[in-house]
Structures are given as structure tokens and as C-alpha cells.
């Protein structure tokens, strides 16, 4: 994966692309992906897009790249944002950084891990205060805590410079719980063959289900966010 990073280094003339193709390029592997969230991996300072004299992105090559390796990372290996960042750092500074872990199999491998409230904090940096916020809402549970936990956890320490607490978040919780429930009534019919194939079968239709949840969550949520950028 390090020759195809290493583009990134490369300044070469290359078209340039807005946002709109820019999702196009990359909607294939991440269908999840919105304007907003470009935006938000810009002001993270993982890509810097050009600016048209009307206040325009326009993307190039590795910048696409870059976006793809980032989101990749983020995806698989469950890097927190500064990780991915302090890679490209070193990239652009010349520097030969190994990728953190492999992959493929980081994916699997975080699914199954376990950890210690101290761990959960050291890992996510989430505060304390905030640790027991999230657990008396719902967010989290008592340890030992799953790696989605860990993932709940790093965003609620995100959205904490905002200004933004566990408590804000409890309609996020009602509205999951609401979205659980559906799927249940829906595959509800299919695991009561409880055959191997109708438990694979279920999976699949809560995934596919879920997806298109989170799809219309995130388009709804753009839909108003991008009235306030171009």
C-alpha cells in the first residue's frame, strides 16, 4: 500500500475535480460519503483542496488519493483522525512511515478485541465526566467495552470542542433504538428458521437495511449543512 501513498508526494498537472465528481470517484467504496464530510477532512487538515477565484474546491489526483487512503484508514483500521494526519505529515516531510497495521485484517481483528474502561479512555480520549455521561444515557455500557464502543467513544470526544455532551446526543440513542427495532420486525420472520443459511441471510438483510438508514440520516443532515457552504 506504501507505492500507492507515495503518489500523494507527486505534484503532478492533473484535472481538477469538484466535489460533486470527487464523490462520484470515490461513492463506489464509500457509498456513505458526503460533501460534508470532505469538508470536515479538509478542516481536519488531511487534504487541502484548491480554491477557484468564486470560492470553489477543485481537487486534484493525489488529493483524491489522499482522501481515499485517509478514509480507508479510518474505515478499516479505526485510526483516529490525527493518526492519519500525523502519516501524511510524515509522508510530505520525506519520511518513510509504515502503516500502523495491515489492512485487511485490522478490521476483523479490532472487531474482536475487549477493552478496560482505562483503556477505552486512553484510547479514545474521552474525559471522564463524560465516560459516565455517555453510560447513564446509554451510549456505552460498563466494561469490558467493544470496539464499537471505542468508535462511540472517540466521537464523543470529538464533538466535545464543540461543545456538544453525551446528553446532547440521547435522541441519536432513541432514534438507533427506533431504527433496531424495525429491523427486527423485518428479519424477525427469517431468523425463526434458525438455519445457518436464514442467520446469514438476516445479517445481510439487517446490513443492507441499516446502510440505506444511515444513507438517508446522512443525506437529510447534508441537505441543510451544505445550504451553509457552497
Known amino acids: 500500500m506504501n507505492e500507492p501513498v507515495r503518489a500523494i508526494n507527486q505534484h503532478r498537472q492533473s484535472k481538477l475535480y469538484n466535489i460533486g465528481e470527487v464523490l462520484g470517484i470515490l461513492k463506489t467504496d464509500f457509498p456513505d460519503l458526503t ?14 483542496p484548491q ?30 483522525l490525527k493518526v492519519i494526519r500525523q502519516y501524511f505529515e510524515d509522508l510530505d516531510g520525506g519520511k518513510n512511515p509504515a502503516l500502523p497495521v495491515n489492512a485487511p485484517t485490522a478490521n476483523k ?20 465526566a463524560s465516560l459516565k455521561e455517555a453510560q447513564e444515557v446509554g451510549l456505552l455500557n460498563q466494561e469490558p467495552h ?17 461543545g456538544i455532551s453525551p446528553r446532547h446526543l440521547k435522541g441519536i440513542k432513541a432514534s438507533a433504538d427506533r431504527e433496531i427495532g424495525i429491523i427486527g420486525g423485518v428479519i424477525e420472520p427469517v431468523v425463526k428458521k434458525r ?35 457552497k
Open 35 to 48: 460533501p460534508s464530510k470532505l469538508r470536515f477532512l479538509e478542516d481536519q487538515g488531511l487534504v487541502t
Open 51 to 80: 480554491r477557484t477565484e468564486a470560492g470553489y474546491r477543485k481537487f486534484s489526483d493525489s488529493q483524491i488519493e489522499r482522501l481515499k487512503v485517509a478514509l480507508e484508514l479510518q474505515r478499516d483500521q479505526y485510526l483516529p
Open 109 to 128: 481483528l479490532r472487531k474482536s478485541l475487549k477493552f478496560s474502561t482505562m483503556k477505552l479512555i486512553e484510547e479514545s480520549g474521552i474525559s471522564q
Open 146 to 162: 467493544s470496539s464499537q464502543e471505542l468508535e462511540i467513544a472517540v466521537s464523543i470526544a470529538a464533538l466535545a470542542q464543540f
Open 195 to 229: 438455519t445457518p443459511e436464514s442467520s446469514a441471510k438476516a445479517a445481510y438483510y439487517a446490513r443492507e437495511i441499516e446502510n440505506r438508514f444511515a444513507s438517508i440520516r446522512s443525506q437529510l443532515l447534508d441537505r441543510e449543512i451544505s445550504k451553509l457552504d
